[in-house]
């Protein structure tokens, strides 16, 4: 086990007997290190879900900090833990002190009651319907911060490995244009794209990095659950049908998946 995850576990009494959790904890760690959180700073996290990088936040900004976490989904979502199982779980633990769930929120009607050190957003934004939705956000964001720490997959193949789970995320994105869902991918953005949301919103980008994510889990997740609705595109358009059949050809050629990486943007203005 990772030294970081491990002195977690040991010292909240969080994810001992959840081996999963603690493969995604270590790549968490790894993009808060990215952010370069300091002691004492109150962050403000935008669709912190479970709260797989909530807590790192919290670990991060120390007994003297603060992190807010808003979902606009309420406690009833998600799997195998509901939000609201997942959260209380981590508020019982010696973190819950720093942390402020806040679910069924929307941040554009949120206000803040205190002074905001950073924004940040942890692979989320492909959940977000369409574009103009994610850029009013940065526009709202610019009147509550000075920084912006955002976490998405790369699209970025690295690895022949990591190409399974690009043409998973492609045909869940096709699946989320042609048959209405709810899934957890919505729109895939880009880098570039993320910047030019940012940019409008008056932040300059000060650095990207790419942050290791081959060992998680979500590629192999998302190839199983892309090959469950193949045949769903019955419903889509013939073109569409014919290129998620070509993807899913493709996806399947390997026997084993690791995860894309993830590209980490640090904004300021």
Avoid at 104 to 130: E, K, R
Avoid at 166 to 182: G, K, P
Avoid at 251 to 268: A, G, K, R
Wanted: net charge negative; hydrophobic share 45%; with cysteine.
């Amino acid at each position: 086990m990772h030294t970081k995850v491990q002195s977690f576990i040991d010292t909240y009494g969080l994810f001992q007997d959840d081996p999963i959790q603690q493969i995604q904890l270590q790549h968490r760690f790894s993009l808060v290190e990215a952010f370069a959180i300091q002691p004492g700073m109150t962050v403000l996290e935008i669709g912190c879900g479970q709260g797989d990088t909530t807590v790192a936040l919290a670990d991060a900004v120390g007994p003297n900090g603060h992190v807010i976490a808003l979902d606009i989904a309420d406690g009833d979502y998600g799997a195998p833990f509901t939000l609201a199982q997942a959260h209380k779980r981590i508020q019982t633990s010696s973190l819950g002190d720093r942390i402020d769930f806040q679910l069924n929120t929307d941040f554009l009607d949120w206000v803040s009651p205190v002074h905001i050190d950073a924004i940040v957003l942890s692979h989320c934004s492909w959940y977000f319907q369409d574009a103009a939705l994610l850029a009013t956000y940065f526009q709202k964001m610019n009147a509550l911060t000075k920084r912006i720490y955002f976490a998405e997959w790369s699209m970025q193949i690295d690895d022949i490995a990591q190409r399974g789970h690009f043409y998973a995320v492609s045909i869940l994105a096709l699946y989320s244009a042609f048959i209405e869902n709810d899934g957890n991918i919505q729109h895939v953005f880009s880098a570039s794209q993320i910047e030019q949301f940012a940019r409008d919103a008056h932040f300059t980008l000060r650095e990207r990095k790419i942050v290791d994510a081959h060992y998680l889990q979500d590629g192999e997740w998302e190839k199983a659950y892309a090959n469950e609705l193949v045949s769903d595109f019955t419903k889509a358009p013939h073109a569409i049908q014919a290129l998620v059949s070509t993807y899913a050809e493709a996806m399947n050629q390997d026997d084993h998946t690791t995860s894309l990486n993830s590209v980490v943007l640090l904004f300021e203005r």
